[in-house]
């Protein structure tokens, strides 16, 4: 059974979620802003990632690594439910190679650092649910 946020529809996806940021009302207003900032990082080194991997097509020699590239933005194409892109955990999994291909070319640095900016979003969540865990065994 294939999951109903593969099915393609005439969405834009992760650009609709860019333009359409989740609203974290159960935050604080600070927590709220911090966490939308984030979010926006994410999605802007998602899409500056897949953009870069286009760009790199004509330069990459290796045949597998092309088709890699080509696969990964299809896939990013694809993904059209803004419910995918609602969470960083979403879809930080499936488009990691994607952000580990351009890291093998020409420009390492600018490929880690759209890396990073997904990164950062996904480890704000950790640090939620770290603390979280911390409370529930302090018994708070």
């Known amino acids: 059974m294939v999951p109903s946020w593969v099915i393609p529809h005439l969405n834009l996806g992760i650009l609709q979620r860019a333009l359409e940021p989740i609203s974290y009302s ?12 984030l979010d926006e990082l994410a999605l802007a080194g998602t899409m500056a990632t897949a953009v870069i991997a286009m760009v ?7 045949a597998a690594q092309k088709v890699s ?5 299809l896939l990013l194409v694809a993904m059209t439910r803004m419910g995918f892109w609602s969470s960083a955990y979403s879809f930080s999994r499936p488009f990691g190679p994607l952000f580990v291909l351009p890291m093998a070319g020409d420009r390492p640095r600018t490929a880690l650092m759209l890396a990073l900016l997904v990164d950062l979003r996904v480890l704000a969540e950790f640090q939620s649910q770290a603390l979280h865990v911390v409370q529930w065994l302090a018994g708070g």
């Open 69 to 73: 590239l080509v696969l990964y933005v």
């Open 26 to 37: 159960q935050l604080t207003p600070l927590v709220s802003k911090i966490a939308r900032v």
């Open 56 to 62: 790199r097509l004509r330069s990459v020699r290796p």
